[in-house]
């Protein structure tokens, strides 16, 4: 009677562990994404951007840049800028580099 009820002790534990495990491997792979947009390479931004950054914010470096596609297909890049001390912001441009609010 000992062994019968050890026995059922260990598959109730053991099944709990599983079933814990299988929860936390579950819950580890959950991504959630922004709706900031997806990031591009600096290279991928178009030239119109890229003109317009050197035109208006010649003092700051791009250090990272977005790409947010609207319903209508459009398209806004978010590029991240900073001066030479690390101080940055974000600017918004459109497909012809104009700056969005």
Known sequence: MKKLFVAVALVLGVSTMVVNATEV???STVMVM???GQPI???DLPEAVANSIAKNFGELTA??????VKE???KIYKVV????EGNGKEVN???EGEIQE
């Open 34 to 36: 922004g709706a900031d």
């Open 72 to 74: 209508d297909g459009s």
């Open 41 to 43: 390479e600096l290279s």
């Open 25 to 27: 491997a579950t819950t």
């Open 63 to 68: 250090k990272s840049a977005t790409v947010e």
């Open 93 to 95: 441009f459109n497909e």
């Open 81 to 84: 800028l900073a001066d030479s």
